[in-house]
Each structure stands twice: as structure tokens, then as C-alpha cells.
């Protein structure tokens, strides 16, 4: 069983930063695809940046070049830098993390991140 911890929204100007933190608990972190999903009020879930267990990343494309996601795997932690924010970007963030074989799904609560004047 994996169980994730999402931390690190707040409220920010337009323009501002966040990093969004995701601590995993478990010893086979490292075998896990993460990514980050955003759901924001009246819409529906969409996913925002992925990362496999080698490090590949992508990205959707409204968040192309201003967001990065890493992942520290000493840490069990993944991080979503996220720069020049919009208005747009206002949603609760959730991390997600899917097992290597069986392809389970295992998600975060949701960090609350707004972007407004």
C-alpha cells in the first residue's frame, strides 16, 4: 500500500510561484509513475505533468514551460515547481502515484492552490 501526503498550495499573485510537495510512503517508490492532476470548481480532473520511474516527464499543454516536475526518489518525495501562475491555473491539486504492475491508482487529499489579485 502507498499512501501520499500533498502539501504546499496557498494563495498567490498572478505571476507568483509555488512548489507543491508529495511525500510517498513505501519502499518501492522508485518503481512508481507519479504524476499531478488539478480539478478545478465545475470541471473536470485533468492531469497537469507525469513522471516515470526513469525520469521521463510530460506535460499538459496550457503548463508547458512554466511548470517542472522532479521527483527525489532518497526523498520518497515528488515536487511540481510552478512558475509565471495564472488565473487559470486556481484548482485543488492532487498527486497520484500508479503501481508498476497491477496499474492501481493511489492519490494524495489535494492541496488547494489559488491564483488571484
Known amino acids: 500500500q502507498v499512501q501520499l501526503v500533498d502539501s504546499g498550495g496557498d494563495l498567490v499573485q498572478p505571476g507568483g510561484s509555488l512548489r507543491l510537495s508529495c511525500a510517498a510512503s513505501g519502499n518501492i517508490f522508485r518503481f512508481y509513475a507519479m504524476g499531478w492532476y488539478r480539478q478545478a470548481p465545475g470541471k473536470q480532473r485533468e492531469l497537469v505533468a507525469t513522471?516515470?520511474?526513469?525520469?521521463?516527464?510530460n506535460y499538459a499543454d496550457s503548463v508547458k514551460g512554466r511548470f517542472t516536475i522532479s521527483r527525489d526518489n532518497a526523498k520518497n518525495t515528488v515536487y511540481l515547481q510552478m512558475n509565471s501562475l495564472k488565473p487559470e491555473d486556481t484548482a485543488v491539486y492532487y498527486c497520484?502515484?500508479?503501481?508498476?504492475?497491477?496499474?492501481?491508482?493511489?492519490w494524495g487529499q489535494g492541496t488547494q492552490v489559488t491564483v488571484s489579485s
Open positions: 497520484n502515484a500508479v503501481a508498476p504492475v497491477s496499474r492501481a491508482d493511489y
Open positions: 513522471i516515470t520511474s526513469g525520469g521521463s516527464t
